[in-house]
T-cell receptor
Framework: AQTVTQSQPEMSVQEAETVTLSCTYDTSESDYYLFWYKQPPSRQMILVIRQEAYKQQNATENRFSVNFQKAAKSFSLKISDSQLGDAAMYFC?????????????FGQGTELSVKP | DAGITQSPRHKVTETGTPVTLRCHQTENHRYMYWYRQDPGHGLRLIHYSYGVKDTDKGEVSDGYSVSRSKTEDFLLTLESATSSQTSVYFCAIHQGLTNYGYTFGSGTRLTVV
């Protein structure tokens, strides 16, 4: 069975600085998708970025980018120029590419605080 | 997201009572999921559905049942609520295409006293 691990329960960053959130996963599959979700205090789950395992190029969405290391099964999220609105819980998630309705498997989450 | 709504948003219930949470979607998506969120555990899958009357168990299904009689509605029932089921419950939908992410409801905070 696949597992996702986020080893940093809490992280803190100064406004305008850069922070990296870590995520590792375990799978025997070669084709899958990885996601980072943001959950602000409103509880809403917001998709931040996604990565296809077959793509070598790291995904980027504005200030958010990932470092995808397939061999190491690592999928970290880098937030550049951190803003107060980035403060939230961040979840890493895995989804198998087999079938159409694959289940999302989540990590434990990392609570990010941003200091002004 | 306006395409998926959960009700109620908050609920307090007593141990031993039945509770039903509702998830309603207007997107006509085939796949629907129920997750629970607990500190230190992230989101864990309870049950999911891949079509009307087609459901299956997730990793934490004990004590829960589901029903899907229409494409748009996915109900989660706690037959006899226990304090360990105090949690935030999320519904999610997925259109079934490759790498598209899921759309989540706003969650239901359930407290069992």
């Amino acid at each position: 069975a696949q597992t996702v691990t986020q080893s940093q329960p809490e992280m803190s960053v100064q406004e305008a600085e850069t922070v990296t959130l870590s995520c590792t996963y375990d799978t025997s599959e070669s084709d899958y998708y990885l996601f980072w979700y943001k959950q602000p205090p409103s509880r809403q789950m917001i998709l931040v970025i996604r990565q296809e395992a077959y793509k070598q190029q790291n995904a980027t969405e504005n200030r958010f980018s990932v470092n995808f290391q397939k061999a190491a099964k690592s999928f970290s999220l880098k937030i550049s120029d951190s803003q107060l609105g980035d403060a939230a819980m961040y979840f890493c998630a895995y989804r198998s590419a087999k079938g159409q309705g694959g289940k999302l498997i989540f990590g434990q989450g990392t609570e990010l605080s941003v200091k002004p | 997201d306006a395409g998926i709504t959960q009700s109620p948003r908050h609920k307090v219930t007593e141990t031993g009572t039945p509770v039903t949470l509702r998830c309603h979607q207007t997107e006509n998506h085939r796949y629907m999921y129920w997750y629970r969120q607990d500190p230190g555990h992230g989101l864990r899958l309870i049950h999911y559905s891949y079509g009307v009357k087609d459901t299956d168990k997730g990793e934490v299904s004990d004590g829960y049942s589901v029903s899907r009689s229409k494409t748009e509605d996915f109900l989660l029932t706690l037959e006899s609520a226990t304090s360990s089921q105090t949690s935030v419950y999320f519904c999610a939908i997925h259109q079934g295409l490759t790498n598209y992410g899921y759309t989540f409801g706003s969650g239901t905070r359930l407290t069992v006293v």
